[in-house]
């Protein structure tokens, strides 16, 4: 069981806007940034969006993250096909000293 | 550009010990720390623990029992052991680098993963 919280699916039809979330505690999302990872099937996870909002080099602005409390979202607008992909959270956690990543949401494009 | 490459085993007996081996290039070592990272097959990521280049660990607590890493600056490589390994130790395991602040920190770069399996 992951210490962050995502649904395990989310799915949109191409140019929509679909909203992945993902839930924590105190001790991790409530008191450090959150980052977000993207892994293509067969792939390795690449890093997407860091520290909240900041856009990884070469990532389209159809990503955003944002944080409000202890929890952080992830929002993919004009969605295209490319986008089917197993999506991460990640933190900071101080009772483990060490990161920790939500349990993955896979999109599903339809 | 960063690149990562995990090499070791892919079929490890039960009790037995896993070792992998991470080699970079494109850049130095040197500077930064270093992690391994898991994922077992239908769950999430699972972060194993990172290494300075200078030798510093700090290992998951879940895991730090089992787990020793190394690093090689002469050879721009880091590796991992993990001992008496069963089947939930099945995974695809990925080496990484390690960036940003102690508290603002993420994982910039990735190998392309192994896939290591616990059987008999």
């Known amino acids: 069981q992951s210490v962050l919280t995502q649904p395990p699916s989310a799915s949109g039809t191409p140019g929509q806007k679909v909203t992945i979330s993902c839930s924590g505690g105190?001790?991790?999302?409530?008191?450090?940034?959150v980052h977000w990872y993207q892994q293509l099937p067969g792939t390795a996870p690449k890093l997407l969006v860091y520290s909240h909002n900041q856009r990884s080099s070469g990532v389209p602005d159809r990503f955003s993250g944002s944080k409000s409390g202890n929890s952080a979202s992830l929002a993919i607008s004009g969605l295209q096909s490319e986008d089917e992909a197993d999506y991460f959270c990640?933190?900071?956690?101080?009772?483990?000293?060490?990161?920790?990543f939500g349990g993955g949401t896979k999109l599903t494009v339809l | 550009q960063v690149q990562l490459q995990e090499s070791g085993p892919g079929l490890v007996k039960p009790s037995g010990t896993l070792s992998l081996t991470c080699s970079v290039s494109g850049g130095s070592i040197r500077g930064y720390y270093w992690s391994w990272i898991r994922r077992p097959p239908g769950k999430g990521l699972e972060w194993i623990g990172n290494?300075?280049?200078?030798?510093?660990?700090n290992y998951n607590p879940s895991l730090k029992s089992r787990v020793t890493m190394s690093i090689d600056p002469s050879k721009n490589q880091f590796s991992l052991e993990l001992t008496s390994v069963t089947a939930a130790d099945t995974a695809v395991y990925y080496c990484?680098?390690?960036?940003?602040?102690?508290?603002?920190?993420?994982?910039?770069?990735w190998g392309q993963g192994i896939l290591v399996t616990v059987s008999s």
């Open positions: 990484a680098k390690k960036t940003g602040s102690y508290y603002d920190n993420y994982f910039d770069y």
């Open positions: 290494m300075y280049y200078t030798g510093t660990t």
């Open positions: 105190t001790s991790n999302i409530g008191s450090n940034t």
């Open positions: 990640a933190t900071w956690d101080d009772s483990l000293n060490g990161p920790v």
